[in-house]
């Protein structure tokens, strides 16, 4: 398998390209995001760019690939819901609809979020264009599109988020999404776990295209997709 990942420096980025590193069904893997993610492997190249709305520049670089795993995303808080649509349905339609061109026969899985609103019309802003960007994703002409919804997620494997604000809050919340963990361990999914649900959903498939948290949990612990 060829796979590409959008956001490998994100905390589930960092999980994915893990998985993806250490699966030796994956061949080759191709990390897009806005700077270098720090990791020297021989199946790993990366595409560093700062235009993640415009890809006419790409040509083939971004052809041959039999899965996209799609893990960018910003917090909608402090934003309007025309600035949110834009860092998050438009950037995320922009690279799709180029890769389903590119890569007619690929499987693309988009980190979404728990609670997403798939009727687009619920009061919560954020989940009604997260809802918009799912309804989009699945309506390309991909092999097959798959939306992960994990909900809460633990670091694992030395994962921690890149971004500042979101390392300090993890240095309080951390350690309490730990305890979830152990006490309830349907409710929480660690960063490695979300990594390997994606990995055998793009080979094998999932009845259905949207995967909740214990969907995803079950997938990555083993249990039959059929």
Request: charged content about 20%; aromatic content about 8%.
């Amino acid at each position: 398998m060829r796979a590409m990942i959008f956001g490998a420096t994100g905390m589930v980025g960092q999980g994915v390209l893990r998985e993806c590193l250490r699966d030796p069904q994956v061949t080759h893997v191709l990390a897009v995001g806005r700077r270098p993610t720090g990791v020297s492997h021989p199946k790993l190249a990366e595409l560093v760019r700062r235009d993640f709305h415009d890809w006419s520049d790409t040509g083939e670089a971004l052809a041959g690939y039999d899965a996209c795993f799609f893990t960018l995303g910003v917090s909608a808080a402090g934003m309007s819901e025309a600035d949110y649509t834009r860092t998050t349905y438009d950037l995320t339609l922009a690279a799709a609809t180029t890769l389903a061109r590119l890569n007619p026969g690929m499987t693309f899985i988009y980190v979404s979020g728990a609670g997403t609103d798939a009727s687009e019309r619920g009061r919560m802003m954020w989940a009604r264009v997260k809802g918009r960007t799912e309804n989009a994703l699945l309506r390309l002409p991909f092999r097959a599109a798959y939306m992960f919804r994990p909900g809460m997620i633990e670091a694992v494997d030395g994962v921690r988020p890149s971004n500042a604000l979101y390392r300090r809050s993890y240095a309080v919340l951390g350690p309490v999404i730990g305890l979830v963990r152990r006490l309830f361990p349907s409710q929480v999914v660690t960063t490695a776990e979300v990594g390997r649900a994606m990995l055998r959903v793009a080979r094998e498939g999932y009845p259905r295209p949207v995967l909740e948290r214990a969907d995803i949990a079950a997938v990555a612990r083993g249990s039959s997709v059929a």
